[in-house]
């Protein structure tokens, strides 16, 4: 036997967005979309995912001076 006996199905790498760890380990930690194709999750190891909230918005909340601004 020889030939198409070698792919191996690739698995995605995840690794960690704030120490870029690669562990099995990981906490979805937010999702990012895109205007063209899916979207892809964010992951973090449990050491960071503490840092981030829960909520999925977490990549677009807006940033608190934005409050001030547009007052009409
Ligand atoms: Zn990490």
Redesign the pocket.
């Known amino acids: 036997m020889m030939g198409a006996g070698g792919n191996v199905p690739r698995l995605p790498v995840r690794m960690?967005v704030?120490?870029h760890?690669i562990t099995e380990a990981l906490v979805v930690v937010g999702l990012v979309h895109q205007n063209s194709g899916p979207g892809f999750v964010v992951y973090?190891?449990q050491?960071?995912a503490v840092h981030y909230p829960p909520e999925p918005d977490v990549l677009t909340v807006l940033p608190p001076s934005r409050q001030a601004v547009g007052e009409e």
């Open positions: 960690c704030r120490c760890v973090a190891c050491a960071c």
